[in-house]
């Protein structure tokens, strides 16, 4: 019974404390400024108490008689910049005839007091909580009724560095980083043009993430853009953790195998892409940028592609391919011919598989499968690893499994081989996220090939192909500009033409300015009479 | 039709025009052999191009009817009994068609690949890839088919490529030994088992752009089909000779079985076997498309998937009833002999006569 009435005793102080907490957020909501300094400074210190860096502080101007409180977060704000931008000049503040005529004040302090154009009015304690929180500095004057918010954000951020994931040898070496304004500087400096715009979004009930959707109008499909400009605004969630998840929420079927947009921590890509049509969106927080719409032929473009001869880009890019098909199809090939279609390969190599296999336990199945997944088990535990224990502990693997396994007779010799073919092959894409696809349709044709053989891995590869098909990134078809075909493109696709022939933006990506390079200064034949 | 429509249809026309005829023959094509004797292998092309008229003269009759089928001329014109009397005509001949080459396939890959799988589940299989590139309409299983088509071509190349160090000029002469009557019956013989396009492209031209372009891409797509078996069936009668290739009923791959160039490479069905694998499960993607569309075109788009999923039940449970190669090989000749033809003629000429009657009509 005691115990009951403790607990109806902590129940009714918890009840309190919320409806005073409750009694704040109302007043916040409907709250407008006072004219009193004190009494403003306080209602944030009560809003904010639980607010680590809160500082809040009241003056009074030397001629002008006026006293003036501000309030700013200490961790997210500029400190030089308050004391030397808006505290200095303030406090000098000189007396005229508009002292007591708060609006003209106000008009004065901004134009002719504090040293930034970043000024914004609010007489709503709800807005100017968000500000303070946003790492702006508020500024009550005395009498007035309204607030100036000061832009003093200042976060601690990474310099520009070089990509890490994205190495190219003939592009820049500048990556996007975690700082919103400093990646759109980056987009900026390569489109230096009034038709790239920015629309920003605040995605996020709790983290209030900036979100920016980036496009070069006249060259973007407006369609496009007013599209992904409403999926992005319905995003109703509680944070937003970076570009992965806002893709995830406004892409066509999120359950798909293949990825549908593009991430890319390369400016220059970026800008390569919205040249094109597309639309990018960046997140605060991200180093990364998305690309939509996308197409499956973009995760095996990369920057040097743009900066090397067409045919040497041409053969580099031909090997990509190749390489995503071996990755895919080497190991389920390997099944058909060691369990169902012996025949198929010539005599002396099927002597050697099945030599290989003499004393090898399991069937060659459970052998496979389990290998594959070894190899994925130690490819996650070296990227996870910090620098060099992720070294070691893939040289301790190659050891053991790649020596010691076969010594023991738990697996073939031939089987390593294949397994660490279809493992190199599938790093040689130049997308990440694709080679986490290659691997489950590598799983996929495993299965198909162990209960069909050859006809089985066919029929896989025609699902496969199907199933590409069937997916389209915001309209457009995945495996555009080939099909549907579309001359201007296809020919960036498997090969890099030259850029004389490649004059026109894809049809479906841009649907009205479709001239990308024109005909001036290209001098040899391919620039004046290409199409 | 929008941009991207325009763009699918005209690029796609001439390989979905080749894989519409790549139908049974590509398995038993050398039975032409024992109809037209030594000269099959021009017969094949001389029958292929034989067509030209019909697809065109379905290419022209489908003006009116853009986005419907052919069969919606027969409404106004001479009847819906008739329409109805030739669309269920026209869906009992695609799925017998349909159950002809599985049948014919499944036993191939039977013989060759799978020797201790029963033939039920390599049609279940193929079942099942064909619904799913058939199941989401018209568009996607034209842009599937585009590429797997391209995909067969290289393979086949690939096969053909190799076979020529083996071929031998005197396995292919005296190439004109036969005589006019057997010219004759093998060309038609040959346009029959190539009619299964004309079939397709009654259900799907309307669907396509009507443009002098589409025509050109149409022509495109046959003369290649033509140009392309006859090339296949003269490197592989040059391999292995007249006499073996005409005698063996699964015609190409056993051939590729028999190519080993430079004694190490052996093996190369494999490069058979995927246009095989491709081009049934197309031509059924195909079959299960053109009777599902027409009877949902009828009864309300909503009940396309339902319908095609039990066309695909009924199809398999033939197949698993029939369940034998020689059922199919005679269900096949049977039909490219006495019935593709005809029926495609017959249909065309009453679509012809009804629209005449539909214009005369509208003219009073």
Redo the contacts between chains.
């Keep these: 019974m005691k115990k009951y009435t403790i607990n109806a005793k902590k129940l009714r102080n918890r009840r309190s404390k919320h409806r005073s907490e409750d009694k704040i957020q109302a007043s916040i909501k409907n709250g407008h400024v006072y004219t009193d300094v004190e009494m403003n400074l306080k209602f944030i210190s009560d809003s904010l108490c639980k607010f680590t860096g809160l500082v809040t502080g009241e003056f009074e101007t030397n001629e002008a008689r006026k006293k003036v409180g501000i309030a700013y977060l200490s961790s997210m704000s500029d400190k030089d910049f308050i004391n030397k931008g808006i505290l200095e000049p303030l406090l000098s503040l000189q007396a005229a005839d508009d002292s007591y005529n708060e609006e003209r004040l106000i008009s004065r302090i901004k134009k002719n007091c504090i040293r930034t154009a970043n000024i914004k009015e609010s007489d709503n304690f709800q807005i100017l909580i968000n500000e303070i929180i946003g790492g702006n500095t508020v500024v009550f004057i005395e009498y007035s009724t309204t607030a100036l918010c000061v832009n003093t954000r200042k976060l601690e951020k990474r310099s520009i560095e070089s990509p890490q994931n994205e190495t190219n040898l003939l592009s820049s070496k500048d990556a996007f980083s975690e700082d919103i304004e400093t990646n759109c500087s980056l987009l900026i400096r390569r489109l230096n043009t009034k038709k790239l715009n920015f629309h920003e979004i605040s995605i996020g009930k709790l983290s209030r993430t900036s979100v920016k959707l980036v496009w070069v109008s006249e060259v973007a499909n407006e369609d496009l853009v007013e599209e992904v400009k409403r999926r992005l605004e319905q995003i109703d969630t509680d944070i937003a953790h970076g570009i992965g998840q806002i893709s995830e929420f406004i892409e066509d079927r999120p359950l798909s195998l293949y990825p549908k947009y593009l991430q890319t921590e390369r400016p220059d890509f970026t800008a390569m892409f919205l040249s094109e049509g597309r639309v990018g969106i960046l997140c605060d927080g991200s180093p990364f940028a998305m690309i939509a719409p996308t197409t499956f032929w973009d995760f095996f473009k990369t920057m040097d592609d743009y900066n090397d001869t067409p045919i040497s880009v041409s053969f580099s890019r031909i090997v990509r391919y190749l390489a995503f098909f071996i990755s895919v199809i080497i190991s389920p090939l390997y099944l058909c011919f060691v369990t169902y279609n012996h025949i198929i390969v010539p005599p002396e190599l099927a002597l050697n598989f099945s030599k290989g296999r003499e004393n090898v336990p399991f069937p060659t199945i459970v052998e496979l499968l389990f290998m594959t997944f070894m190899l994925n088990i130690i490819k996650e535990a070296g990227l996870r690893m910090p620098g060099t224990f992720g070294y070691f502990a893939g040289t301790l693997s190659a050891i053991i499994i790649g020596q010691a396994a076969v010594t023991a007779g738990y697996v073939s010799a031939s089987l390593i081989i294949i397994i660490a073919i279809s493992a190199i092959t599938s790093f040689s894409i130049s997308n990440a996220t694709l080679v986490n696809t290659s691997r489950i349709f590598n799983y996929t044709l495993v299965a198909c090939s162990s209960i069909f053989g050859i006809f089985g891995l066919f029929c896989g590869i025609i699902f496969i192909v199907g199933y590409i098909c069937r997916i389209s990134s915001f309209g457009v078809p995945y495996i555009y500009p080939l099909l549907p075909y579309d001359a201007s493109g296809a020919k960036n696709t498997i090969i890099r033409a030259p850029f004389s022939i490649l004059r026109k933006r894809p049809k479906l990506f841009s649907l009205t300015n479709r001239t990308k390079i024109g005909t001036k200064g290209i001098t040899h034949k391919g620039g004046k009479n290409g199409r | 039709m929008d941009?991207?429509d325009k763009?699918?249809a005209?690029?796609?026309i001439p390989t979905v025009a080749l894989a519409s005829m790549a139908g049974p023959g590509i398995i038993i094509g050398a039975y032409l052999g024992k109809i037209a004797g030594r000269s099959f292998s021009l017969a094949i092309p001389a029958g292929i191009i034989l067509l030209l008229p019909l697809f065109l003269w379905c290419l022209s009759l489908s003006k009116n009817y853009s986005g419907k089928s052919l069969f919606n001329s027969f409404e106004k014109g001479i009847g819906s009994i008739f329409m109805y009397f030739f669309i269920f005509t026209y869906i009992v001949i695609n799925l017998i068609l349909s159950v002809s080459y599985l049948l014919i396939f499944s036993e191939t890959?039977k013989t060759f690949?799978?020797e201790n799988?029963p033939i039920w589940?390599?049609i279940l299989?193929?079942m099942i890839?064909s619904l799913?590139?058939a199941a989401?309409g018209f568009h996607?299983m034209l842009?599937?088919v585009?590429?797997?088509t391209y995909?067969a071509v290289i393979s086949f190349m690939v096969i053909h490529a190799f076979g020529l160090p083996e071929f031998k000029m005197e396995n292919i002469t005296p190439i004109f030994d036969s005589t006019w009557i057997q010219f004759l019956k093998g060309t038609l013989f040959s346009a029959g088992l190539s009619c299964e396009g004309v079939i397709f492209y009654i259900a799907v031209s309307p669907m396509l752009p009507k443009t002098k372009k589409a025509a050109v891409y149409v022509v495109i797509g046959i003369v290649g089909w033509a140009i392309y078996f006859f090339i296949g069936n003269l490197i592989s009668v040059g391999v292995v000779g007249f006499e073996i290739y005409v005698s063996d009923p699964h015609g190409a791959l056993s051939v590729a079985r028999n190519i080993h160039p430079f004694a190490?490479?052996?093996?190369l069905?494999?490069f058979t076997?995927?246009p095989f694998?491709?081009a049934a499960?197309v031509k059924t993607s195909f079959y299960l498309y053109s009777s599902a569309s027409i009877i949902s075109e009828r009864f309300g788009r909503k009940i396309y998937q339902p319908v095609i999923i039990i066309l695909a039940l009924l199809v398999f449970a033939a197949c698993a009833y029939l369940e034998d190669f020689n059922n199919g090989f005679i269900i096949s000749t049977f039909l490219a002999q006495y019935v593709l033809l005809p029926f495609c003629m017959i249909t065309l000429f009453s679509m012809w006569l009804s629209d005449r009657f539909n214009m005369r009509s509208a003219e009073k």
């Design positions: 941009v991207e763009m699918l005209l690029q796609t890959v690949f799978l799988t589940a390599i299989v193929s890839v799913f590139i989401d996607i842009r599937a585009s590429l797997l995909s190490f490479i052996s093996g069905e494999i076997l995927y694998v491709v499960i």
